[in-house]
């Protein structure tokens, strides 16, 4: 199983965990990945902040956090384990209502952006921002297009992606510290 998906403090309404792990799925077939292994965990601000806390050493809660285990000190590169990507959902709520789209994008974009950095991504040029913004609005549409019945035409709308000055703050300095401390 590639995607194993847990939710702590849930359940959080209108989120499909099966939606979610059908579109993590589509991601990694995306990033040429479908026989990777992700941990996707979905979690509350007070979790999340416990983790922000203790590995960015930023007592606030985020949106999202990835634990790469593709890089580190020691660690062996793999195509077959990817990582964890942690999810806030009151956090991805929040920032859904600001940007006046659903939940399940929220955490759609989230989960691109966290992928992303697994995977050695990162936004710390203004280049680098770019490329990735479109990588990750790209598998955001993946994601979208093989939906199949799960999403009505309707209730599609872009998925919002991080802008720049916000993006910067979150997730980015835990990939490969998670690979470190795990050990």
Known sequence: ?????VVEGGPYAGVSRGELARRAR???GALDRSTAELSLVLTDDDRIREL????R??????????????EGEGNVPSRKLLGDV????????RQADDRGCELMAELTMLLAHGLLHLLGWDHDTPRKDDRMRRETRRLC???YSTAGGALRASRRRSPPVKGRTKAKAFGHSLVGRA???AR
């Open 179 to 181: 690979a470190r401390t």
């Open 52 to 55: 922000n806390g203790i590995y």
């Open 57 to 70: 050493k930023k007592n606030r809660p985020t949106d999202v956090l990835a634990f790469s285990q593709l």
């Open 86 to 93: 942690v999810l806030s959902v009151p956090t991805a709520r």
């Open 1 to 5: 199983m590639p995607v194993r998906l």
């Open 26 to 28: 589509a991601m990694l």
């Open 141 to 143: 549409r993946v994601a």
